[in-house]
């Protein structure tokens, strides 16, 4: 490929084009590459990626940070546009020090120790102070399936995997349409407009989600649905049982039925 992406990929000898990631990058990056950003990559390593953000997001701030030790002169990376910090990806404290200076981020890529807790951490401690339509980006979801590294190759559904956490997220898509009256909004309701799985890799969108349900208001169906039948063919008494009555009964013991086989089941 000859885009300015791969091209840099191919100078710094970055694994992000053969691994297929360069590709994905360049559709999210390409019209807001020369927009002044704040990027923050977990896991700095060689710099080679570090030194790929720097060149093509030229009016960006770069900010890298490593478990490791980096030497940045060593690995050429003493450049205006880019700053590295040492510290954990799960770090509280840290991240709060690299928070109080740069204030929000733009661009956030998770290319850290990919085990599935940190992950998470990472993702629940960084996702706050991500912009409005700020891209959240999870290299190697692989490892999710591989006890190796502590992902779970023998439940794919409900294991405590990274993987299934970005999964779960998608409800968050769609939280307005759940019919369940009890339901309670989580901190990521209204928050996302976009989870994108593709090979390997996890990229989450952020921006306000308040679209409306069509079916729904304030999470409930039987409302809705009795005042529409009632507009066009009247009938009352009829819709009142049918919807008020003994559809909100029906839901309630759903509603029961369902929290008793998640306790059962150990489910949240
Ligand atoms: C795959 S390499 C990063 C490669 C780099 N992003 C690139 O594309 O050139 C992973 C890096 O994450 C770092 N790392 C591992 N665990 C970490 C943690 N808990 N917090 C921060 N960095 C971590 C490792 O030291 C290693 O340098």
Redesign the pocket.
């Known amino acids: 490929m000859n885009d300015e992406l791969s091209i840099l990929c191919k100078k710094y000898n ?3 084009l053969m691994h297929g990631y360069a590709e994905i990058y360049k559709s999210y990056f390409d019209k807001i590459k020369n927009d002044k950003l704040n990027i923050l ?10 030194k790929v953000w720097s060149d093509y997001f030229k009016n960006s701030n770069i900010i890298g ?4 030790k980096i030497d940045i002169v060593e690995k050429k990376l003493n450049r205006k546009n880019i700053k590295i910090f040492q ?5 509280k404290n840290f991240l709060l020090k690299i928070i109080e200076e740069y204030k929000s981020f733009d661009i956030i ?1 998770d ?5 599935p807790k ?1 992950v998470i951490k990472s993702f629940e401690l960084l996702f706050p102070i991500l912009n409005i339509k700020g891209l959240y980006f999870v ?2 979801m692989q490892t999710s399936y591989n006890h190796y590294y502590h992902g779970n190759a023998f439940d794919l559904k409900y294991a405590n995997t990274h993987m299934n956490y970005f999964k779960h997220l998608t409800d968050s898509l769609n939280y307005k349409e759940v019919a369940n009256p009890f339901y309670k909004k989580n901190k990521y309701d209204g928050k996302i407009i976009n989870v994108s799985f593709f090979h390997n890799m996890v990229v989450v969108k952020k921006d306000l989600n308040d679209k409306e349900s069509n079916l729904l208001t304030n999470n409930a169906f039987e409302k809705n649905r009795y005042n529409e039948r009632i507009l066009k063919k009247g009938q009352k008494l009829r819709y009142f049982l049918k919807y008020l009555v003994f559809g909100r009964t029906y839901t309630f013991i759903l509603y029961i039925f369902n929290t008793i086989k998640k306790i059962i089941l150990l489910r949240r």
């Open positions: 970055c694994d992000k990559e977990i896991g700095v390593a060689n710099g080679t990626s570090i940070v490593d478990i490791k510290g954990s990806q799960t770090d890529i290319d850290g120790s990919h085990y940190d290299e190697d």
